[in-house]
């Protein structure tokens, strides 16, 4: 991968490549191979004019301004890595009241996991998954739950590629100071601490976006009564699990 | 072909482009592209608000970093507001969420402890993948079988006996107290503005500790300015510490 190309060969590459795409979704009549090289495009080098790009041939194919509008919006505001606190927390109540314009719900997330583990079980063993009863309220269909937790995805890579905090790694540095840097450890706590979560999130009836900020905002007990005991729970565990090494002291 | 076109076409053309059908097409509570796009969102906000970093999140339960909270209360704040004005003037109605309040207690409890270990909640697990944090594939597969297990085991058996304890129902504080619902967002707001300015002077006050102790490691670095890196380390003179103390002191309340 690390192979110093000269810049005027790249881009003569880069235009060979989209020429190609451009052609063959000519004759494939279809617009789709071009899209996906301009969004492997955009993945590779993320600068404003490739999100302009992508935005203005979303906005031909779809037949609709919003796109444009959308990519511009993105390119105006997601340049810095981080967004002042306040603001962002301004911004998320916004999507918060858009998901109960657009779609007519709250945004609510473990729905999604609890009907990914309802269409695994209906994948593997079909007999078995139609006698579980949990699952009748979960059916096992694609619906809006997992399109957003695409989505989430999807945005969160976009936005951190696009300002230049992606990056791999799979220990995080608190935990790696905490627990040690061992990757095996770090992926088996996470792994345990999931399933702790995904159990509560079913036995409360929602997680920390469908049920606490959902259920705070329309004033229901539910929403503050999860707040208090999360907030509690999750101290009291910091400070069993961690215990000597919970506050991070600098020592350089 | 290019044509010319008048400014009143190009504005009718362009009131087409940006047409209301286009937002009726997505609407609705099963549209998988309204499921996208405000994931997309979503993603996007969480990343910018620094809210898939193991880093704050447990930075949060470790009582060191209050960046969360920081987010939090402008979150309900902005939102509480807007939700009742679009619900008085009939936009959109309320979902509210089913009051159980034992089992709730008990599963926050639980969510509580799996957030203190993981660091993730649900939303920002699949943020934090995105954002190329390699443990959320655990987390995820880890959520995923949680339901599974309790679906398989546990629901049938408890159906009937805890998780019945407490129901409420879905009730908002305004139905069970029976008044006007701004009377309680008022006080609400109140009490979160009175929250925001207690973090922010906790927050003020541990940048402090860390400043003039070196107490706690950097995390919620940059919204200060640049703080110079320590050229003594971690062991120094009583008269030091008494002089950065009160230099620090003075630039506080400057």
């Not at chain 1, 810049?7 to 617009?31: D, H, Y």
């Not at chain 2, 609705?28 to 592209?33: A, D, E, F, R, W």
């Not at chain 2, 546990?154 to 139905?175: I, M, P």
Request: proline share 4%.
């Amino acid at each position: 991968m690390n192979v110093p190309m000269q810049p005027s060969v790249r881009l003569a590459m880069g235009a060979l490549i989209l020429a190609a795409s451009a052609v063959i979704s000519i004759v494939l009549k279809s617009g789709w191979p071009l899209m996906v090289v301009l969004a492997v495009m955009l993945v590779v080098r993320p600068r404003w004019w490739t999100v302009l790009i992508l935005g203005f041939t979303f906005t031909v194919f779809l037949n609709s301004g919003w796109p444009l509008l959308g990519s511009l919006f993105f390119i105006a505001t997601c340049k810095p890595k981080r967004w002042w606190p306040i603001p962002a927390g301004i911004a998320f109540g916004l999507v918060e009241v858009l998901s109960f314009y657009l779609s007519d719900r709250p945004v609510g997330i473990t729905r999604g996991y609890t009907a990914l583990g309802s269409m695994a079980e209906a994948l593997i063993y079909p007999d078995h998954a139609n006698k579980v009863s949990y699952w009748g309220i979960y059916e096992p269909v694609i619906d809006w739950t997992m399109a957003l937790i695409l989505g989430t995805t999807i945005g969160s890579f976009l936005s951190a590629r696009y300002s230049g905090d992606f990056k791999l790694n799979t220990v995080p540095y608190l935990w790696s100071f905490s627990k040690g840097s061992s990757t095996a450890r770090r992926w088996i706590w996470a792994f345990t601490a999931g399933v702790m979560m995904g159990f509560a999130a079913r036995i409360a009836g929602g997680c920390v976006s469908g049920l606490l900020i959902s259920g705070v905002i329309q004033l229901a007990p539910a929403g503050f009564i999860f707040m208090m005991s999360l907030w509690v729970g999750g101290v009291a565990t910091t400070f069993l699990f961690y215990r000597s090494r919970v506050i991070a002291v600098r020592k350089d | 072909m290019i044509e010319l076109i008048t400014f009143n076409e190009f504005l009718g053309r362009l009131a087409q482009t940006f047409d209301a059908s286009t937002i009726e097409a997505v609407k609705g509570p099963t549209s998988l592209y309204g499921g996208l796009i405000l994931g997309l969102l979503f993603g996007i906000v969480l990343q910018k608000a620094r809210l898939c970093k193991y880093d704050i999140v447990s930075g949060l339960f470790r009582l060191q970093d209050f960046t969360v909270f920081r987010v939090g209360t402008p979150i309900l704040m902005v939102s509480v507001v807007l939700i009742f004005i679009f619900k008085d003037t009939g936009v959109f109605e309320l979902h509210v969420p089913k009051t159980v309040i034992v089992p709730q207690i008990i599963g926050g409890l639980l969510f509580g402890a799996g957030i203190a270990i993981m660091g993730y909640c649900p939303g920002t697990a699949a943020g934090a993948l995105g954002e190329g944090s390699l443990d959320a594939i655990p987390s995820i597969l880890g959520m995923i079988s949680g339901a599974v297990l309790y679906a398989e085991f546990f629901h049938d058996s408890w159906e009937n006996t805890f998780l019945k304890w407490g129901a409420v129902g879905g009730k908002t504080f305004f139905e069970i107290l029976n008044i006007n619902h701004w009377y309680l967002i008022v006080l609400f707001l109140l009490m979160l503005t009175m929250f925001l300015i207690a973090t922010t002077m906790f927050d003020i006050f541990i940048v402090f500790l860390r400043r003039t102790f070196n107490l706690f490691m950097e995390l919620t670095d940059a919204l200060e300015e640049k703080v110079p890196p320590a050229t003594k380390p971690y062991a120094v003179s009583t008269l030091e510490t008494v002089r950065k103390f009160r230099q620090n002191l003075r630039d506080l309340f400057k």
